[in-house]
């Protein structure tokens, strides 16, 4: 991948909000290209990461707070410790809130979860586009965190079409973050695709397990995939070696040495995907593939 910028920004923004409101939408949008992670901080294996946005020398690292999406009969816990854990170790917060509708109760929870949050906050009024009376409602929202004495701002757009808005919003976002280095080293070319990003993914973890035995000598491809209508994501892959003998150093005694690279892929891809991914690997000889033009193309090296 590319060398990591020095003097940079970076950290951990939680975006909270009751279902439907357009946290994903939102999210999606923030992230534009998905930029694929390699081998993160320590600090970061335990927080559901479920984005990462990097801007030139800022990088943006959204994630989940299990803790606010617990269904109604927990209301009553609902103010634990442990969402109030979650939301501290964060450096930022956005509150999604949709402008067709007045709050509900169950904004007025996620409102006191973070009311006294000292995490600067920004409160996105979304759904811009199809409400009659946004700045009526976003007034009725923000009197939620009456009392707040921390920082807050305020946006109305729309996740789903302003582009613009949605750039700004993450330019604030990342303006406020903490000096810090990357907490994840950044992927390759920003336009690389789903099948080149889980494909690279594959490669660092075989590289990582046969360090030793034939560094330069794999190169991987996902040659499939589909989404299943439940939302799993089956993905076939190759690692591609350049002689015969490599293939069984790949795949270990009794399969086991690419039973562990597949496993490492699969749970990487899953955290970044967020949802189930059946993964199926498969080790293929071509012969002198690092020599071979086509072959070298076939296999995305340019
Ligand atoms: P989440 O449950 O908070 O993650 O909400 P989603 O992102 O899944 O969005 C819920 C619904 O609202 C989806 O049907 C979205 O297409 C829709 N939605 C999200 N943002 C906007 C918006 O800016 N304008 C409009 N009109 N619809 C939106
Ligand atoms: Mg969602």
Do not use: C
């Given at each position: 991948?590319?060398?990591?910028?020095?003097?940079?920004?970076?950290?951990?923004?939680?975006?909270?909000?009751?279902?439907?409101v357009?946290?994903?939408?939102?999210?999606?949008?923030?992230?534009?290209?998905?930029?694929?992670p390699?081998?993160?901080?320590?600090?970061?294996?335990?927080?559901?990461?479920?984005?990462?946005?990097?801007?030139?020398?800022?990088?943006?690292?959204?994630?989940?707070?299990?803790?606010?999406?617990?269904?109604?009969?927990?209301?009553?816990?609902?103010?634990?410790?442990?969402?109030?854990?979650?939301?501290?170790d964060?450096?930022?917060?956005?509150?999604?809130?949709?402008?067709?509708?007045?709050?509900t109760?169950?904004?007025?929870?996620?409102?006191?979860?973070?009311?006294?949050?000292?995490?600067?906050?920004?409160?996105?009024?979304?759904?811009?586009?199809?409400?009659?009376?946004?700045?009526?409602?976003?007034?009725?929202?923000?009197?939620?965190?009456?009392?707040?004495?921390?920082?807050?701002?305020?946006?109305?757009?729309?996740?789903?079409?302003?582009?613009?808005?949605?750039?700004?919003?993450?330019?604030?976002?990342?303006?406020?973050?903490?000096?810090?280095p990357?907490?994840?080293?950044?992927?390759?070319?920003?336009?690389?695709?789903?099948?080149?990003?889980?494909?690279?993914?594959?490669?660092?973890?075989?590289?990582?397990?046969?360090?030793?035995?034939?560094?330069?000598?794999?190169?991987?491809?996902?040659?499939s995939?589909?989404?299943?209508?439940?939302?799993?994501?089956?993905?076939?892959?190759?690692?591609?070696?350049?002689?015969?003998?490599?293939?069984?150093?790949?795949?270990?005694?009794?399969?086991?040495?690419?039973?562990?690279?597949?496993?490492?892929?699969?749970?990487?891809?899953?955290?970044?995907?967020?949802?189930?991914?059946?993964?199926?690997?498969?080790?293929?000889?071509?012969?002198?593939?690092?020599?071979?033009?086509?072959?070298?193309?076939?296999?995305?090296?340019?």
């Amino acid at each position: 991948g590319q060398p990591t910028p020095v003097n940079t920004r970076a950290g951990f923004v939680a975006i909270v909000g009751k279902p439907n409101v357009g946290k994903s939408t939102l999210l999606n949008s923030l992230l534009g290209v998905k930029i694929a992670p390699t081998s993160p901080r320590p600090q970061t294996t335990r927080k559901g990461v479920r984005g990462i946005s990097n801007q030139g020398d800022t990088q943006l690292i959204f994630v989940d707070t299990p803790g606010l999406h617990r269904p109604k009969d927990a209301l009553g816990k609902y103010m634990n410790g442990e969402v109030q854990n979650a939301l501290a170790d964060v450096d930022a917060v956005v509150w999604v809130v949709d402008l067709r509708h007045p709050p509900t109760d169950e904004d007025s929870m996620v409102a006191r979860s973070i009311r006294d949050l000292p995490r600067p906050l920004t409160v996105v009024g979304n759904k811009l586009d199809v409400s009659k009376y946004p700045e009526e409602a976003l007034r009725l929202y923000t009197a939620l965190l009456e009392g707040r004495t921390h920082e807050t701002q305020s946006v109305m757009l729309s996740a789903q079409n302003d582009v613009n808005k949605v750039a700004q919003l993450r330019t604030a976002l990342a303006a406020n973050l903490p000096e810090n280095p990357f907490f994840f080293p950044v992927g390759a070319a920003s336009d690389q695709s789903r099948e080149q990003w889980a494909a690279e993914i594959l490669r660092e973890e075989a590289m990582k397990k046969l360090r030793d035995e034939l560094p330069y000598a794999v190169a991987t491809r996902v040659t499939s995939w589909t989404e299943r209508q439940d939302g799993l994501q089956r993905i076939e892959a190759e690692i591609v070696v350049d002689r015969a003998g490599h293939k069984g150093m790949v795949i270990g005694a009794g399969g086991k040495q690419l039973g562990a690279i597949g496993a490492a892929t699969r749970k990487q891809l899953e955290v970044f995907l967020n949802t189930k991914v059946f993964l199926g690997v498969q080790v293929i000889v071509i012969p002198g593939w690092r020599e071979d033009q086509e072959a070298l193309r076939e296999l995305g090296y340019e």
